[in-house]
């Protein structure tokens, strides 16, 4: 507060002083009244949740001695480290559907990628996660991929891409997302963090930093070098010199990924804002390789999952809870301590880019509800009860690529339900292209990893896996009378879980 000095006479002078104490009384009560409400508020609790585009675990915190990936180990280091998470669509837009809404994409209208010759879109009724923060007070931001549609129904309040460079320069990403948390200090934020890496892109083979020069792509980022020899390929890949190559290329792009983690990380510790920011990590879908991404086999849907909760005590630990995209709203909207306000009905129809046309009139608000369920309470030990059972849905890759899939995971069995098992099995064009499988075309193999070429191409109508005794899905007990009655079990409740979301592909199990 400023000194005033007055000078005058006697009489005034007094009431002079005596209004100015009265002033002051008022200033020293709103001041004691504004640290009374600061006190009893809730703290404020942020939201960084980071987003790796086709990544599998390939990181070091899961094992991967080849991987160069210091800031998802120190994130899992002082955080939590899931063992069993899934995403529900093995799709890059499909699945940042399901991330955003805690609902899978059959029931939401987003198929597939968001791009307007495909036309997936999600219905404008749907509340999504920016939406429901940004009503509760929070400041929303996105920066990198995006990949959903329609934007009214995904809505940040700000999108900071500023020379990101196709969301692959980190270290330009990291910058941005710094800056616009050190500027939100008044409100609680969201902010969704979302590289293209290490999704293939540019260089030989697609991921490399690299260009036909060889110059640097992304002179801001630091650019290590893999030998080829020494990678270890995974057992659902084949071992050839391209798949070698292919790789050594990929642990490129993700330690390019893991410098803006590190800075993100450095950041929070540095400006103490550790203390109160939720932080999740996770990937869309597995990696570009075939028989991973756009497919709900165990590499293409069994991902990575850190989370550092700043309420937690038991940080650096695991947990197996089977969680999967569906829960990561919940989770979120927990954590923040916020309830979205109820609804009108959802009925989607032909004006549903219009979120008031697709609402009743005249009928009750619903509360908003989700496929999924937090897991904020299951984090906390290492093996909480109840987080043995998920589902997965994936319909489309692009348009051109239709060949629905329903999943059902439950203790140690997975169920497949090959919807179009009379079709061949669809390639998005960059796998159909990448060196690894016009490796396997050219040669003329008859494996391709766990399985044989044929049985990739060609599914049957139904798969059934021990995933624990057999994690690669290399035997299909679907037809063994022994796993009859395992079968038949699980069938029941993937279609009555398939009527409780309201899959449109439910009617299959009849129809055709």
């Not at 507060?1 to 006697?10: A, D, E, F, K, T």
């Not at 540019?202 to 980022?221: A, M, Q, T, V």
């Not at 991404?293 to 909760?309: A, D, E, F, I, S």
């Not at 509360?367 to 489309?396: I, N, Q, R």
Request: proline content about 8%; glycine content about 6%.
């Amino acid at each position: 507060m400023s000194l005033v000095v007055l000078i005058m006479g006697g009489s005034m002078l007094s009431t002079c002083i005596r209004w100015w104490m009265v002033l002051w009384g008022v200033m020293l009560a709103g001041d004691c009244s504004s640290t009374a409400q600061a006190k009893d508020a809730p703290p404020r609790r942020n939201v960084l949740l980071i987003v790796a585009d086709d990544l599998g675990f390939q990181i070091g915190a899961y094992g991967d001695a080849v991987a160069q990936t210091p800031g998802l180990d120190r994130l899992a280091a002082s955080g939590i480290r899931f063992t069993r998470a899934h995403c529900t669509t093995a799709s890059c837009s499909a699945s940042r559907s399901v991330l955003m809404t805690g609902l899978h994409n059959h029931a939401t209208g987003h198929y597939g990628h968001a791009h307007d010759y495909h036309h997936f879109s999600t219905y404008g009724s749907v509340p999504s996660l920016p939406v429901l923060l940004s009503k509760a007070g929070y400041v929303t931001c996105s920066i990198g991929k995006y990949h959903l549609a329609p934007e009214s129904v995904y809505h940040f309040q700000e999108y900071r891409n500023e020379k990101i460079q196709g969301a692959r320069n980190s270290a330009q990403m990291a910058k941005n997302a710094v800056a616009f948390m050190e500027e939100t200090r008044d409100e609680p934020f969201f902010l969704y963090y979302c590289s293209s890496d290490p999704h293939r892109g540019s260089g030989p083979g697609g991921f490399s930093n690299w260009n036909d020069k060889h110059e640097p792509l992304h002179p801001d980022c630091e650019t290590v070098s893999f030998d080829p020899q020494a990678i270890v390929v995974p057992p659902w890949l084949p071992d050839l010199p391209e798949v070698r190559a292919e790789l050594a290329e990929y642990y490129q792009a993700i330690q390019r990924f893991d410098q803006g983690v590190v800075q993100l990380l450095d950041y929070l510790d540095r400006s103490g804002r550790s203390q109160d920011t939720l932080v999740i990590f996770l990937t869309d879908n597995g990696p570009p390789f075939p028989g991973a991404k756009t497919n709900l086999h165990q590499p293409g849907m069994h991902l990575p999952l850190l989370v550092r909760n700043p309420l937690m005590k038991n940080q650096g630990s695991t947990c197996d809870a089977r969680v999967s995209w569906v829960d990561i709203v919940p989770t979120i909207l927990e954590y923040c301590q916020v309830t979205p306000e109820p609804m009108p009905p959802v009925v989607p129809g032909p004006n549903d880019d219009n979120p008031e046309a697709a609402r009743p009139r005249n009928r009750p608000a619903q509360p908003v509800k989700f496929h999924g369920h937090s897991f904020l309470h299951a984090m906390t030990e290492e093996h909480p009860a109840g987080w043995d059972t998920l589902y997965a849905s994936h319909t489309f890759h692009e348009i051109t690529m239709y060949y629905p899939m329903r999943v059902m995971i439950a203790g140690d069995y997975k169920l497949i339900f090959n919807i179009a098992h009379q079709l061949p099995y669809p390639f998005a064009s960059d796998i159909q292209a990448s060196p690894t499988w016009q490796a396997v075309l050219k040669s003329g193999r008859k494996e391709y990893g766990q399985k044989t070429v044929e049985s990739y191409l060609h599914r049957p109508r139904f798969e059934l896996y021990n995933i624990k005794a057999d994690p690669w899905e290399s035997t299909n007990l679907a037809d063994d009378p022994q796993f009859s009655s395992q079968l038949n079990q699980m069938q029941v409740e993937l279609q009555r879980w398939q009527k409780t979301t309201r899959d449109p592909w439910e009617l299959k199990w009849e129809y055709e």
